[in-house]
């Protein structure tokens, strides 16, 4: 083991995400060194040349930069606990799953010890990572992202969206809204379709037709949004809402699940109530920030 050693960049946290991430820098062409609770995981990685630290402090100390990758805040605050001096001067990029306030917290922590910070969020399967398909979203330090982009950009497509540490996860989890709603709406689909025999194959191109078209109108409707500003060039919010009652409607008869249909509906009598009844769909943008300006 070792407890000091020259190498690009540190790795702690070694499961499936981590040994991916260590893996693909590994074929990057750079010198590792890996840390992990159970030193087991990090076997196959020694075998292709990998370094391993015998404590949390002599693997942040064996590299200019260390990248974390652990299940959550709470392990990796747990993880790093001994270090202190250690990150002096270092680079810390933290890609384990959190929210934005967890992000800028870590943020202050790691400088408060002197380091650079970069937090970020993994948009991407183990097996993508090290491929253009593995999107890695970062916020943070610009001169530190700009300094390691080589080492960052062996993780994958690295993207850089600001110096507020809370913008990758901020970005991580309107991404997460984003999947999670396609594809309960695609279910929602997939269960109505079901009732007359149609199998999720057969609708899915369809969906897929379905899905693309309503991208094609997100930037006009970012424009809406970002005026304020709703003309209703294409469809008001009455009519949206009408063809809402149709959807639940039609679920409850054929005893589909009607709770998504009836939330679409819900937002959108709100609007209607507060008087955006001819405007343009974007406008429910109104429903979301209201909690926002509440607080």
């Known amino acids: 083991m ?4 020259d190498s690009d960049v540190t790795i702690i946290g070694l499961g499936l995400m981590g040994r991916a991430l260590a893996d693909s820098l590994l074929t990057a062409g750079h010198q590792i060194t890996v840390w992990n609770r159970t030193a087991a995981k990090a076997e196959d990685l020694l075998a ?4 391993l630290a015998d404590s949390v402090n002599s693997a942040v100390s064996a590299s200019p930069v260390t990248i974390t990758c652990v299940t959550d805040d709470q392990s990796l605050r747990q993880a790093l606990a001994p270090v202190h001096d250690e990150l002096d001067g270092r680079l810390l ?10 992000a800028r917290a870590m943020a202050r922590w790691a400088e408060q010890r002197g380091a650079h910070y970069l937090d970020g969020a993994i948009m991407a399967v183990p097996p993508a990572i090290g491929t253009p398909e593995a999107v890695i979203l970062l916020s943070g330090s610009t001169t530190a992202f700009e300094t390691h982009q080589s080492i960052l950009d062996g993780l994958g497509t690295a993207t850089f969206l600001g110096e507020d540490h809370g913008l990758a996860a901020l970005y991580d989890v309107a991404g997460l809204s984003m999947m999670w709603g396609v594809l309960n709406a695609w279910l929602q689909g997939v269960a109505l379709l079901g009732t007359a025999g149609v199998d999720a194959s057969t609708y899915t191109p369809f969906a897929v037709q379905m899905a ?7 930037a006009g409707y970012a424009d809406q949004v970002d005026s304020g500003a709703y003309p209703a060039d294409d469809a008001t919010l009455a ?16 005893g589909v699940n009607a709770e998504l249909p009836k939330l679409f509906k819900a937002l959108a009598d709100r609007a209607i109530t507060a008087g955006q009844a001819e405007e343009s769909y974007p406008a429910l943008v109104e429903q979301f920030t209201q909690a926002s300006r509440a607080s």
């Open 212 to 218: 693309e078209g309503t991208v094609g109108w997100l």
């Open 239 to 254: 009519t949206h809402a009408g063809a809402m009652a149709h959807l639940i409607q039609e679920s409850e008869r054929l």
């Open 48 to 51: 292709q040349g990998a370094l």
């Open 2 to 5: 070792a407890s000091s050693t």
């Open 93 to 102: 990029v933290n890609l384990t799953s959190g929210d934005s306030a967890q």
